[in-house]
């Protein structure tokens, strides 16, 4: 199974910054994916992040507010910007190996904008 | 958005009794995962089962799936108070996308 690292884990930013959440894997997957989870909701799909091409977004979601890289196979990150309390949430990074179907979470970035 | 609801939203059970946790979705899929959220944290993979398959077990846990009623269920069997957590289902929907669609979560909680 692949083992997934986010930094920052937890962080308080203030109204208007952006912040840059990083994901590593530890083996190579096929597929990324990043998805919000807000305050006692369940996940939702931001963005499939797609290696050296500009990331496939779902309906709501902008690549001007959250911008995604994909410079390699085990590295994505996802960018918050101009932030506002609204985005306060658990942003999850995920990836797929191309042996199987099971999708792995890494810990989650807990953002609270203040 | 979301594929589909589970039921309960939330489940409260002593230590000891099983746990049933119910998931519906909408559209044809390839299989179906279930994972396991504690408070805050990211999320552990419990089990998939794959469109045909009717029944898999792992454990303490067991998930039903009947791809004609587009639903499935999670077992939890002599629970213990470390099981207390948030449950999702995901979907992979047949789409070719390969992202999970998940579902609104139940939450267990077990008493000692």
Redesign the interface.
């Known amino acids: 199974?692949a083992v997934i690292s986010?930094k920052p884990s937890r962080d308080i930013c203030q109204r208007g910054t952006s912040l840059t959440i990083q994901c590593q894997v530890d083996s190579q997957v096929t597929?990324m994916?990043w998805y919000r989870q807000q305050p006692g909701q369940?996940?939702?799909?931001i963005a499939?992040a797609n290696q050296g091409s500009e990331a496939t977004y779902e309906?709501g979601f902008v690549i001007d507010k959250f911008p995604i890289s994909r410079p390699n196979l085990t590295f994505s990150t996802l960018t918050v910007s101009n932030m506002s309390p609204e985005d306060s949430s658990?942003y999850?990074c995920?990836g797929?190996g191309s042996s199987g179907?099971?999708?792995?979470?890494?810990?989650?970035s807990?953002l609270t904008v203040v | 958005?979301?594929q589909g609801e589970e039921d309960p939203q939330a489940l409260s059970i002593q230590e000891g009794e099983n746990a049933t946790m119910n998931c519906s979705y909408k559209t044809s899929i390839?299989?179906l995962?279930w994972?396991r959220q504690n408070s805050?944290?990211?999320?552990?993979?419990l089990i998939?089962i794959?469109s045909n398959e009717r029944e898999k077990h792992s454990g303490r846990l067991r998930v039903t799936l009947d791809t004609s009623k587009k639903s499935s269920s999670l077992l939890i069997t002599a629970s213990r108070a470390a099981d207390t957590a948030s449950y999702?289902c995901?979907t992979?929907q047949d789409t070719g996308?390969?992202?999970?669609?998940?579902?609104?979560?139940t939450r267990l909680q077990v008493q000692p």
Do not use: K, P
């Open positions: 199974s986010q597929m994916f369940s996940l939702t799909l499939t309906s658990i999850l995920s797929t179907n099971t999708i792995y979470f890494g810990e989650g807990w | 958005s979301q390839n299989n995962q994972y805050g944290r990211g999320l552990v993979h998939l794959r999702f995901a992979d996308r390969r992202a999970l669609t998940f579902g609104s979560g």
